[in-house]
């Protein structure tokens, strides 16, 4: 049996699931099924709903890349449908990224441990150290400097569980990007072979 083809309002729905997700509320869009209380009537009176129409056509009525697509897209700070369909870098961007996931990964960790580890002559923890006179431990410093990917941190964070240990204490940056790193986590769950990243990370660390 074929399953449902994707319409334009199956999108819309879609956006708003991804909206409520990345929000700093608990709406978790994963343990929803992405099911909201959206109308259809409410569809189909917004003005933009054709970039709705332009993107299914554009994604082929596929669930899976329309949900990445949103992910991508929220992650990047668009959150207006006008501006994510207007922006194909960031969509093209994270393709590119995502299908050279591994190569990418273990050349941020090789980041990490070139540059806070000083090629092993620091422990691996150091990378979660906060300074005196910083605001951010090294790790999330590299990911401001978009010196890694959000995906490492995101992956780094399930194999070894140091957000919730980060003694940030600043309030203009943290509070959002930690939100965005452990929402964008759930989304990602099951995505990333996080063993091969895991054998990665051991293989730079110990040799």
């Known amino acids: 049996m074929m399953a449902d083809v994707l ?23 994963i343990k929803y099924n992405f099911r909201t209380r959206t ?6 009176r917004r003005k933009d709903r054709y970039f709705f129409h332009k993107l299914n056509n554009t994604l082929n009525h596929n669930r899976e890349e329309v949900i990445d697509y949103f992910n991508a897209q929220f992650v990047a700070g668009n959150e207006w449908i006008g ?7 960031v969509w093209n961007l994270h393709q590119k990224k995502m299908q050279s996931f591994h190569y990418n990964f273990e050349r941020d ?3 990490i441990y070139t540059e806070v580890c ?4 620091l422990p691996f923890d150091s990378v979660f150290d906060i300074d005196d006179d910083a605001s951010h431990p090294p790790i999330i410093k590299l990911l401001l400097q978009d010196d890694i990917m959000i995906e490492t941190v995101i ?3 399930e194999l070894l569980g140091f957000i919730p240990r980060l003694k940030i204490t600043e309030t203009l940056v943290w509070p959002d990007l930690k939100n965005k790193i452990l929402k964008y986590g759930n989304m990602l769950d099951g995505k990333i072979n996080t063993k091969k990243c ?4 051991l293989n730079v660390f110990t040799f």
């Open 7 to 29: 319409d334009d309002f199956g999108v819309f729905n879609l956006y708003m699931a991804c909206k409520l997700h990345y929000s700093n509320g608990s709406y978790n869009a």
């Open 39 to 44: 109308k259809e009537n409410t569809f189909w």
């Open 83 to 89: 501006d994510m369909v207007g922006d194909e870098a």
């Open 109 to 111: 960790i090789n980041t």
């Open 118 to 121: 000083n090629e092993g002559t």
């Open 155 to 157: 992956v780094l964070n």
């Open 198 to 201: 895991k054998k990665t990370l």
